[in-house]
């Protein structure tokens, strides 16, 4: 009688085997699962950075000229201002025209910076319009801007604001810091336009 128990003993060890064999396999592809379910939910759950920030360079190159005691090139911050530029330059000479320079504005990569003489008629003439028939940004009003082709009295504002919180226009691509001019505007106002 022992003979046959335990042939059935080693049959249900062996279909009790099998059956946990099965439920650790099962239990393994499930937990398999739920981690690669929570990886991919990760991966999704990364918010998009969007388009891809245009990296500022870390210095500019700014000519500084005209009423400083060491006219030249400067090399500066990224986050410069023109007070920066005019105190690389040595400062302003005796005979600068001091209000005639926005030290709060930011400079920008390449741009020439002139500091009047008192008197200097320059700078005031160098501001008018010009007689080829494009606006000058510096000295348009809205009603000026507003002649331009896609610009109308929204973004000739906008155009004001910029001006008056960063200053003189120094280049027609700063019209691209500008809320609502993107390239394609630019590209239309580039020949319209000048500073």
Not at 69 to 78: I, N, T
Not at 109 to 131: H, I, R, T
Request: proline letters at 6%; a negative charge; glycine letters at 10%.
């Amino acid at each position: 009688m022992g003979a046959q128990t335990v042939p059935g003993s080693r049959r249900r060890l062996g279909i009790g085997a099998a059956i946990v064999l099965v439920v650790v396999v099962a239990a393994v592809t499930i937990c398999i699962g739920i981690v690669r379910t929570g990886a991919q939910a990760a991966i999704e759950t990364v918010p998009d950075a969007g388009p891809r920030a245009t990296v500022e360079p870390a210095t500019v190159y700014v000519h500084v000229s005209g009423e400083v005691r060491a006219p030249g090139l400067y090399r500066l911050d990224h986050s410069a201002r023109v007070v920066d530029a005019v105190s690389a330059a040595g400062g302003f000479t005796d005979g600068a025209a001091r209000e005639g320079v926005n030290l709060a504005r930011p400079v920008t990569d390449g741009e020439q910076l002139v500091v009047p003489a008192v008197g200097d008629e320059s700078v005031e003439v160098a501001e008018q319009s010009p007689d080829d028939g494009r606006v000058n940004l510096n000295t348009a009003d809205v009603a000026e801007l507003d002649t331009l082709p896609r610009i109308g009295p929204a973004i000739a504002q906008r155009i004001l604001d910029w001006r008056e919180s960063n200053g003189r226009f120094t280049s027609v691509d700063d019209l691209m810091a500008v809320p609502g001019i993107g390239e394609k505007m630019l590209a239309s106002l580039r020949d319209l336009v000048t500073v």
